[in-house]
């Protein structure tokens, strides 16, 4: 047989009435069939130029074709199973909200409410009412508002409380967090006047005390987040500085990041201090993520004194980095678990994963195992690791955990975990010495069926 010339390619009509496309053809825009019928008559085309055998069989092209569609009918973001064991996953959206707080995103979204209206009065109100009250129970301070994100909150602080003037920071915070939050970026995008003190390793609280004059705006102490510096260190306590602060009539803000709202110490994590230590410790302001420990939606929350509050709240950044009514309903539901501490343990996702006994992931990975091993094609084993909480928060804090170790026969580690995150639902699970792992940290039981299901058809021989 001679080999096939662009002439016996099928018209773009014949395509499109043949039998596998007249199922998508009853839901798809007729422009969309028809733009993938011709990028899969083009690839042919190009395949053929480069002299490669081509397949110009009627339904096997039409079957091309409805992969096609499948793989661009589906929306850019997607839901993925995070079997890495890294609670706190960027990459994957950082927490997953509460049950009370998707609810509360779900009313918001779908109808209007009264965002900046009293109802008792009838009056205009602020949105951040909205998370005031919540934000002050939770940490003990006078007052409370909420911008878009952590670093939002920073910028904000600085230019509405320092703009034009000295922001002074130890020269050991001067660090980047994950990404593109570099301290002196954000202080230079701010309007504040970078002024450091100190060394990498140590600053007094005489550093800071000479590095006072009059142009100062305020202190600011940044947690380094997922950097550390070990050895001869020194820096002054959260109370030294606030004394130093009241002193000269100067706000400290404390930039917490990762926002701790429970001591965890009972579950074997390091002490560190809480959102409400800070204040009590006699910061102005504490800023931290509403998307890390606190295990809420993204946002950046300024908790503190109230004339400071009210002096950022009417800057005009806060226009544009205020939040939208959805996160700000999931800010208020989260926050109000935190009056039940045993209760957000429970139901905030974040606080119940990082939380749940190794015994308990161990009985959940045997019947998960169970399951996996009536997959054909597939090895596993039930073992022990380590994880992290991830997002920068406790970077020196190992976690155990217990994890699904597998390989399917016949599949690379890369092609398998590929498949698993090409999938439906997409999979991402961790790597190690050639098998891929699923960390029970984060899998939580009701994502069993999904998972054993995706495992099972990337399993498959091809
Ligand atoms: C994570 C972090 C930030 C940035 O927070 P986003 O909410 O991601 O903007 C800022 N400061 C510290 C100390 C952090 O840990």
């Known amino acids: 047989m001679s080999s096939p010339t662009f002439r016996d390619l099928p018209a773009v009509a014949a395509v499109l009435e043949s039998a596998a496309l007249i199922e998508v053809r009853r839901h798809l825009p007729p422009a969309d069939v028809t733009a993938a019928i011709r990028a899969e008559l083009d690839s042919l085309r190009s395949q053929m130029k480069n002299g490669s055998r081509v397949d110009l069989s009627l339904e096997p092209l039409a079957q091309r074709v409805l992969d096609r569609l499948h793989v661009t009918s589906q929306p850019t973001l997607r839901p993925v199973i995070n079997a890495t064991g890294i609670v706190l996953h960027t990459n994957l959206g ?62 904000l602080v ?25 301290i002196p970026e954000i202080m230079a995008a701010s309007g504040a006047i970078l002024k450091e003190v100190g060394t990498t390793n140590i600053t007094r609280l005489s550093d800071y005390e000479r590095a006072i004059g009059p142009n100062t705006g305020l202190i600011i102490r940044v947690h380094p987040s997922n950097f550390r510096i070990r050895g001869f260190t020194e820096t002054p306590e959260i109370e030294e500085l606030a004394a130093l602060g009241k002193k000269h009539n100067l706000p ?63 800057d005009p950044f806060m226009r544009a980095f205020r939040l939208d009514k959805m996160t700000l309903a999931a800010l208020e539901a989260t926050l109000r678990l ?53 997002g920068g928060s406790m970077p020196d804090h190992p976690i155990p955990t217990v994890v699904i170790v597998a390989n399917a026969q016949g599949i690379s580690e890369e092609e398998f975990a590929s498949r698993l995150r090409r999938g439906t639902p997409s999979v991402m699970a961790r790597s190690r010495d050639g098998s891929v792992i699923f960390d029970l940290r984060t899998v939580e039981p009701d994502h069993f069926d999904a998972l054993s299901t995706a495992i099972t058809v990337a399993a498959a021989a091809s």
């Open 94 to 155: 950082r927490s997953c909200l509460a049950e009370s707080a998707v609810s509360a995103v779900w009313r918001a979204a779908r109808g209007y409410l009264n965002l900046e209206l009293n109802l008792e009065t009838g009056k205009r109100s602020h949105r951040s009412d909205a998370i005031r009250d919540g934000l002050r129970r939770l940490t003990g301070a006078e007052s409370g508002t909420a911008v878009n994100n952590c670093a939002a909150a920073t910028i």
């Open 252 to 314: 400290v803000v404390d930039d917490v990041g990762s926002g701790l709202s429970i001591d965890l110490t009972p579950f074997g994590f390091p002490a560190e201090p809480t959102v409400a230590d800070g204040i009590r410790a006699g910061a102005d302001l504490v800023l931290f993520s509403g998307d890390k420990l606190l295990g809420g939606p993204q946002a950046g929350l300024i908790a503190g004194r109230a004339d400071l509050v009210k002096r950022i709240e009417t």
């Open 158 to 182: 600085l230019k509405s409380l320092a703009f034009g003037k000295e922001a002074i920071v130890s020269r050991g915070q001067l660090v980047e967090i994950g990404g593109s939050f570099r």
């Open 338 to 390: 935190y009056r039940d501490p045993a209760r957000a343990l429970r139901e905030i996702p974040t606080l119940r994963m990082l939380t749940t006994p190794v015994a308990e992931l161990q009985s959940r990975a045997e019947t998960l195992a169970s399951r996996l091993r009536e997959i054909p094609n597939l090895s596993i084993r039930v073992d022990t690791d380590s994880t992290y909480v991830g």
